[in-house]
């Protein structure tokens, strides 16, 4: 067993707590050696510049030679919570306490927040109060649209790589990442930061009320969520499908293959679906399951995936139409929001705080969700260009895969890599199978410190959890408001959703963009992990769906076609 994996990083002294809550959800597997290299340094200096930007840090608080927010061991992406926690105590109206909900949600072995010389600085806490009050009074966020201008054009401008060197490709792929990323995360994580600040408030005043609901029904239907949008796409493609006889016959035989079929087919209605299919991988084909890995496949590289989507939503009935849920949602929002403006005239200064509340969380969760959907755009055009390299390498026996190219730090590719490939087969094939090793353990939730050495570790597939009898259940944290009944549906991997029938429960282990579609034909989502700020309860609430998430070991106690009732206000899950 691999001791200590090829990417892993130095763990800071100084911010000791690392936890998987929340980039569990944005890397579930190891990080590739390339990644490490890339895409998790220049995220790390991005993260920096975001605090810095917010006021919560110094740049010279952070080692300038180490990643500090973020760390990888055993091959794992952590969070340092730490840093998080400090930046929770020093913001006005937030706190250590605040910021786990938000971001790590109810899971078990975080201790408590204790605190350190040096944590108190009044300074910052003054910056981080400036730009919180910016935060409450901006109407929109012209730097997202700057960004999206920018990413888009990426897309529109993609050269043909089958005509590019092998040095053109490399090279295109370091400018690429040199040029945005830093850029396009470090807004990401400010939009992400924002984002807490209304949630923040309106969770405090709906449970000052005694109704914690109310705060999730403020927040629903907001529109112009970027993650929720590519389900409306496929919606349309579903139906497409079920109109049709010959679509029908031919979902019918199942999703393997199904891309290839649909392009060879005759039939008017398959020229009609490939047509709106390459509309939507133009617009949405950088979306995937762990879509900030470079080795990982997206709906543009492998087409199957997003049709397997399709296939499910074909099945739904037309009251499914994420449109119509989507409206229902924000009627529902817009309604209460004027209603609770009308109950607290008598209390100016509280209203005008809840307005703003309301009003900066239609600026910032859209806007958390576009920034994070224009990193993700130029990252795929990273990917696209490495994908061309990979299969030339294929063809030149150099790589069993196309996506070895994961396995090779920046120094080697850069360096010696182009000049022998061949050189490198070994060494690749080495790391790759150390890689699915890592792959198969299930890492520490949270450690302080060091953690145990991968060897240390449990295997997934070891795991037991007793099956939950009838009448028992689960409680998690609350995610989108309403109660829903349906058979469980236990899907461990978005590439194959068959299982998933139109009005059962998903129950999934995490989820990503991938999973997003398979959220309209469910009448509920469950989740082992997540927090307030988790994908699933973004989505579900622009969706309309009863989701808890943060349902720790849900997937291996919810017995596979059981009957479940999930109460997305108390956030519990029973078998019925």
Known sequence: MVERWIADSELSTRYPIYTRANVGEVFPDPVTPLTRDTGIWLAELGWRDAWERLGAFDLAEFDPDEIEQ???????????????????ERAPGLSAAAMDEQFFGAQPGI????????????????????????????????ELIDDQIVTRRLRDERPDLTRLTDRELVDRYFDLMDAHFRDLFAHHIFMSYMATLPVGILTAMAAAVGDPSLMMRLI????????????IAMWDMGRVVAESPPLTAEFDKGITGLHDRLRASADESAAKLCSMLDEFMYSYGSRGPN??????????????????????????PLGAAPVAQNSRMATDREE??????????GDPETQGTFVSAVRAARVFLPGRERSKTNAIRMLHECRMTLRELGRRMVESGAFDEVEDYGMLRKVEMTGEFLADPHAFTDIIRTRRAQYAELQALEPPFVFVGEPDFPAAWIRRDAIKVAKLAPGESLTGLSGCPGVAEGRARVVLD?????????????????????WTPLFVPACAVVVDVGALQSHAIIVSRELGIPCVVSVTGATKAIPDGAMVRVDGSTGTVTVL
């Open 220 to 231: 629903g239907g907001l529109g112009e969520v970027d993650s929720a949008a590519p389900s």
């Open 494 to 514: 978005s590439h194959d959703p068959t299982a998933l029938e139109p009005g059962d429960v998903l129950v999934a282990p995490i989820t990503d963009p991938s």
């Open 291 to 316: 879509e900030w890995e470079m080795r990982s496949p997206t709906w543009e590289t492998e087409p199957d995936l997003a049709l397997a989507a399709v296939d499910r939503m074909r099945l739904s």
């Open 70 to 88: 973020l760390g990888i061991a055993g091959g794992y992406c952590y969070l340092n919570a730490s840093l998080i926690r400090l930046f929770g």
């Open 336 to 345: 209460l929001a004027a209603q609770l403006t009308e109950a607290l005239q």
């Open 111 to 142: 201790p408590p927040y204790e605190e350190q010389p040096g944590d108190v600085d009044l300074a910052k806490s003054e910056k981080i109060g400036q730009t919180f009050g910016w935060a409450l009074t901006t109407e929109d966020l012209p």
